[in-house]
């Protein structure tokens, strides 16, 4: 009688063998849940990124072995996907780094940024869950280092680029923000507009880096008037500067604009020869805000222009305020 013989393929074993091999050089975290939660896989990635190697936490319940997870949105994902079939996803914004992961061989300070899905599956008649865990730090850091550089050249965008203090750019939004909360509000606000008196006739005696040296120290010394956090110092263009100054009405803006005129005239900066005084000194024209008259940014920039050229008019050196026409008896 002829012996029954049971022939295992060699295939069988090589491909178990492939099996596990794929497991080791795989580049996320894999592990496997049985229907009660304990760990039947865990791939040499979370070994090395955990220092637990798979002989210590096979057989162990996972929120057992990692309790700090117990009550998380992770044992949520967890229960929901073995008990609807669907798999689950675990935000990264909400859950930067559920498991204690750290680079490999640190085990220690910083965690790893997490990517974790849970998919269920059967094998058999059992139910089984499949936690995958990526390393989304390099992403997650290339993403916030491109974020700090938008924002350093939107920061960049509203400075200008020889004085340091806000461009036109920034006057602009500036103006257009505040004039809209005063009109929301029935609130206060006013307008600077300055020029350096004569400095074309600077920039010709004493050559143009001389001249950027001089707009420079006259921003600083504007700037530095300013003391509220809603007032801003803008380089209008060229040798005129502006101020937007919020809850701010016209005679507390034409005190605002006196002490700007004497502090530049105070800095004693030597004139040219050809200037009408011996030293560098600001005109300035004020605009406030009017719900009748001057309600928009063109109105007030064209009155607060119209007093610059008075200022220019009636000798320099001085303040103009716009004011409403008296109205005829």
């Known amino acids: 009688m002829q012996a029954n013989t049971t022939v295992t393929s060699p295939a069988a074993g090589s491909h178990a063998h492939l099996s596990g091999r794929v497991l080791g050089l795989a580049n996320l975290g894999l592990m496997v849940l049985d229907a009660s939660g304990r760990i039947v896989m865990w791939n040499q990635w979370l070994a090395s990124h955990s220092g637990l190697s798979a002989h210590r936490v096979q057989g162990s319940d996972l929120f057992e072995q990692f309790p700090e997870l117990r009550g998380q949105r992770l044992e949520q994902a967890v229960h ?11 935000s ?21 940024e997490q990517a974790v899905s849970v998919t269920p599956f059967t094998e058999g008649k059992e139910r089984f869950c499949l936690i995958e865990v ?7 850091g290339r993403e916030r280092q491109l974020r700090g550089q938008a924002e350093a050249l939107r920061a960049q965008s509203y400075v200008d680029g020889l004085t340091g203090i806000a461009n036109r750019r920034h006057f602009d939004v500036a103006l257009d923000r505040e004039l809209r909360r005063a009109q929301r509000n029935h609130g206060q606000l006013s307008l600077l507009l300055m020029d350096i008196d004569s400095f074309k006739a600077y920039n010709d005696h004493f050559g143009h880096q001389q ?5 420079t120290l006259v921003a600083e010394a504007f700037a530095a008037m300013l003391q509220r956090p809603a007032d801003l110092a803008a380089r209008y263009g060229g040798e005129e500067f502006a101020a937007v100054l919020p809850d701010t009405g016209p005679e507390q803006a034409a005190q605002h604009a006196e002490a700007i005129r004497a502090r530049i005239a105070a800095l004693e900066i030597t004139h040219a020869p050809a200037a009408n005084r011996p030293h ?43 004011r409403p026409a008296e109205t005829a008896a």
Do not use: H
Not at 83 to 88: D, E, I, R, T, Y
Not at 92 to 112: K, M, Q
């Open 211 to 215: 001249g950027d040296a001089c707009l």
């Open 134 to 140: 990526s390393d989304i730090s390099t992403t997650v």
């Open 80 to 90: 929901s996907a073995m008990q609807s079939n669907l798999p689950q996803q675990l």
């Open 92 to 112: 990264p914004a909400l859950n930067r780094s559920p498991f204690p992961l750290y680079p490999t061989g640190t085990w220690g300070g910083e965690r790893v």
């Open 280 to 322: 560098v000194t600001m005109s300035i024209g004020v605009a406030t805000y009017d719900k009748d008259r001057q309600c928009d940014a063109a109105a007030m920039l064209a009155a607060a222009d119209g007093c610059l050229y008075a200022a220019k008019r009636a000798g320099r050196d001085c303040v103009i305020v716009d």
